[in-house]
């Protein structure tokens, strides 16, 4: 009488324990490398910066209201701190643009391998990460040494006369941008990639059989097609290039700052650790809305797409 | 010029397809030349490998001829991109668009073309009761099975009222009850709306039993043109003889021609006469085929005119097949169709004889 039921409750028991017990090593290394330095990183949020850096055990409101506000060294006023917006607004303007950047660019070459014979694929894609072998800030460097004024591109430039003096491209927005699109580069094309290799090339020539020309094909069949590598490849972009450091410090020559060096100088030269967490946790939130987005938008067509 | 009695659809000239170059260079097609009437349907026929689906695609626009010229009513169609050729496919692996629902799929071409929405609203429910899915317009092509698939693709080929309708083997994956089915689909559709069919398969049952025409080609070349009869029944070759049902070849020695036939001297020293499906010099050995349902098996040898031992029975329900251990060596086989009446007369190991009916055998060119 109700063994089978019992059985089954023992049964379920045990499959419970057993996914506990082999999702534990995850949940501990969640836990101590995501959740709690993030949770210290919260709290110095609510803190009062000590006077050699660190945090003083008092809470304060100041760091968070900081991030958009600055006190008047004299009479303690807040003001709106444009500066700080224009931080921000750089960020996210640069990343946009890496992202369109690097899609414009990574679609072709994604598609190009894509279409190559089997063997020669693995070639074409083992060249696109051979530079993210090579350390970020030598990478940086030597992209320095292309753009700036005595660099590559301006002695061509002035040596076939093309202009009579070198353009100043180096520590300007074109310079991080330009850095940040060579960077992240292959985290755009290797999702495409991956997209655009399991599309049946037989869709494209139904596509031409049923009168539709190149342009129609690439709009109507490719495009949609690749869509989740589209998506995938641009969140793999955007967010990194948010948070990005190195890029904008030796491109932009600490003028154009981008969050990652504004936090960097908080902590630094700057001596408001507090201020630097709730910039942190700002960085975290931007980046969070961007993959709720992602999120959001992937769950509206997964339904179509698991028949 | 001399009047044709029917007008072609398709003219084919002198077409060579070849892939690679230099030592790699592989030709698919080799000198083709073919007419395809109007409202026909037409098969092409051969082991993979035969260069039909090579053919399929040039005129789909897939790929271009290396020499030749490709006319569709008159305009030579050869340099025109898939796009501009008012002719469709249907694909061995239908292509449908996973992105689209099975409407969408069918609204595709008519959509490329320009058509008024209302129009292609319309077109596509035409479509849909044609191929029998008016229920499932909306579902995504993943979510139905093979059949349906097959129709849907057939209906998005369709809709554009193409001139040509080119199916590459599209029910090779089909189960085979289902493969009976849309073969009957198939030629209803082709009758009910008049479009040229030119439907590529290495089934050759499938072509006997559909087409109007078929041509049979083997190393990018096209043996033998004409009807299913004649295909079967005076085969131009011996491949063509090999390929299509089952042949027995038998080694005779030509004795003597009269009128067309030849005085053939079998292994068992029996003479029969033969057809001859081309003028030419014979003399000394030829191959002979005989089909082996226009063969009779007795169990009295004497006055037969071929002697052997009877090795192998098989049962295959609607016929049996005896395969027979001739003197020479040669296995001959030979059909007959199952009655109620007959009983197992012959058994495994006896001596049999076989005769051939009037007419049935014939001199092929190797």
Known sequence: MGTASEIARRIEAKDIRDRWLLSAPALIIIALCAIGPLTIVFVYSFLTPGDYGDVVWKFSPDAWISVLFQRDIFDGTWSFADAHLSIFWRSVWLSLMTTLLTLVLGFPTAYFIATRPERTREIWLFLITIPFWTNLLIRTFAIQEVIRNEGIVNALLTGTGITDRPIQMLYTDFA?????????????????????????????????????????????????????????????????????????????????????????????????????????????AIVLAALFMYIHFTARRGGNTHG | MPERPEKSTIEIRHVSKVFGSGENAVIALDDVSLDIRENEFFTLLGPSGCGKTTLLRLIAGFSYPTEGEIKLYGQDIAPLPPYKRPVNTVFQSYALFPHMSVGEN?????????????????????????????????????????????????????????????????????????????????????????????????????????????????????????????????????????????????????????????????????????????????????????????????????????????????????????????????????????????????????????????????????
């Open chain 1, 176 to 284: 991080i941008l330009l850095g940040l699109a060579y960077v992240y580069f292959p985290l755009m094309v290797l999702p495409l990639y991956a997209s655009m290799e399991k599309i049946d090339f037989r869709l494209v020539e139904a596509g031409y059989d049923l009168y539709a020309n190149r342009w129609k094909v690439l709009r109507r069949i490719i495009i949609p097609l690749a869509k989740p590598g589209i998506v995938a490849g641009s969140i793999l972009v955007f967010i990194p290039s948010l948070g990005a450091y190195v890029t904008p410090r030796v491109l932009g020559g600490g003028v154009k700052l981008m969050l990652g060096n504004f936090i960097e100088l908080q902590f630094g030269q700057g001596r408001n650790w507090p201020l630097g967490a709730s910039l942190s946790m700002t960085l975290l």
């Open chain 2, 106 to 366: 069918i609204a595709f071409g008519l959509e490329m073309l320009g058509r008024p929405k209302s129009a292609i609203r319309t077109r596509v429910e035409e479509m849909l009761a044609l191929v029998r899915m008016e229920h499932l317009r909306d579902r995504k092509t993943a979510q139905i099975s093979g059949g349906q698939q097959q129709r849907v693709a057939l209906a998005r080929a369709l809709a554009p009222q193409p001139k040509v309708l080119l199916l590459d083997e599209p029910l090779s994956a089909l189960d085979y009850k289902l493969r009976k089915d849309m073969q009957i689909e198939l030629k209803r559709l082709q009758h009910e709306t008049g479009i040229t069919f030119i439907f590529v398969t290495h089934d050759q049952e499938e072509a006997l039993t559909m087409s109007d025409r078929l041509a049979v080609m083997s190393s990018g070349r096209i043996l033998q043109i004409g009807n299913p009869r004649q295909i079967y029944d005076r085969p131009a070759e011996r491949f063509v003889a090999d390929f299509i049902g089952e042949t027995n070849f038998l080694t005779a020695e030509v004795t003597g021609l009269a009128n067309g036939k030849a005085e053939v001297a079998l292994p068992g020293g029996a003479k029969i006469h033969a057809l001859l499906t081309e003028d030419r010099e014979l003399n000394g050995a030829v191959s002979v085929v005989v089909r082996p349902e226009h063969a009779e098996i007795v169990s009295n040898a004497n006055g037969a005119d071929l002697k052997g031992r009877l090795a192998n029975i098989v049962y295959f329900g609607t016929d049996t097949l005896y395969h027979v251990v001739l003197e020479t060596g040669e296995t001959f086989i030979v059909r007959r169709q199952n009655s109620r009446k007959s009983v197992d007369e012959f058994s495994e190991g006896t001596a049999v004889g076989i005769i051939l009916a009037d007419g049935s055998a014939q001199i092929l060119r190797d």
